[in-house]
T-cell receptor, first 116, second 118 residues
């Protein structure tokens, strides 16, 4: 069972279209991070969301953390071919014993392809 | 990825040999994490270390794998007697010490070491 469910798994769109990637869980997270990974490289941090209901914007990317801190979304406006890559959400769930810092749980990832 | 250094970037070993993967955290970061990314699978946590201490090794295979983060020098992930199933990308991440000694969740990743076992 995947603790963090990402959807969709694959997304193929044309340049200029908008898209949203979802990251859902039944667990509460102390924070969630979004990363982007290019082939042959490590994940690059895009954003960290900490507060329930928080919205952060990074140019054409908008990140939202759910009010209950169980889910997050990434919205890209007017996608460009340079946005192509693997997008990963990750976080540390809060368990019965409190937050177990350090052990990031990752979603399966969303492979985004933006065609010119 | 800026700041977290991993070497080598690519490592080829024959079955039964040892693999040593090195990681230097970002400047000022005292926490190091190792993750493994198997083909067609997501990133999985292996171990969390601070200087001279293993904090959480719940993701490490029970045999053949070990990790250290000495007082001086890089963190080392060591795989003894490698098997073909160990072929994967191994990523190191680091994070700073947060407020009041609490580790922040935000981790910064290195470029990875791609291990191929022949």
């Amino acid at each position: 069972t995947q603790l963090l469910e990402q959807s969709p798994q694959f997304l193929s769109i044309q340049e200029g279209e908008n898209l949203t990637v979802y990251c859902n869980s039944s667990s509460v997270f102390s924070s969630l991070q979004w990363y982007r990974q290019e082939p042959g490289e490590g994940p690059v941090l895009l954003v960290t969301v900490v507060t329930g209901g928080e919205v952060k914007k990074l140019k054409r990317l908008t990140f939202q953390f759910g009010d209950a801190r169980k889910d997050s979304s990434l919205h890209i406006t007017a996608a460009q071919p340079g946005d192509t890559g693997l997008y990963l959400c990750a976080g540390t769930p809060i368990g019965a014993g409190g937050t177990s810092y350090g052990k990031l749980t990752f979603g399966q990832g969303t492979i985004l392809t933006v065609h010119p | 990825n800026a700041g977290v250094m991993q070497n080598p970037r690519h490592l080829v070993r024959r079955r039964g040999q040892e693999a040593r993967l090195r990681c230097s955290p970002m400047k000022g970061h005292s926490h190091v994490y190792w993750y493994r990314q198997l083909p067609e699978e997501g990133l999985k946590f292996m171990v969390y270390l601070q200087k001279e201490n293993i904090i959480d090794e719940s993701g490490m295979p029970k045999e053949r794998f070990s990790a250290e983060f000495p007082k001086e020098g890089p963190s080392i992930l060591r795989i003894q007697q490698v098997v073909r199933g160990d072929s994967a990308a191994y990523f190191c991440a680091s994070s700073p010490l947060g407020l009041a000694g609490v580790t922040t969740d935000t981790q910064y990743f290195g470029p990875g070491t791609r291990l191929t076992v022949l």
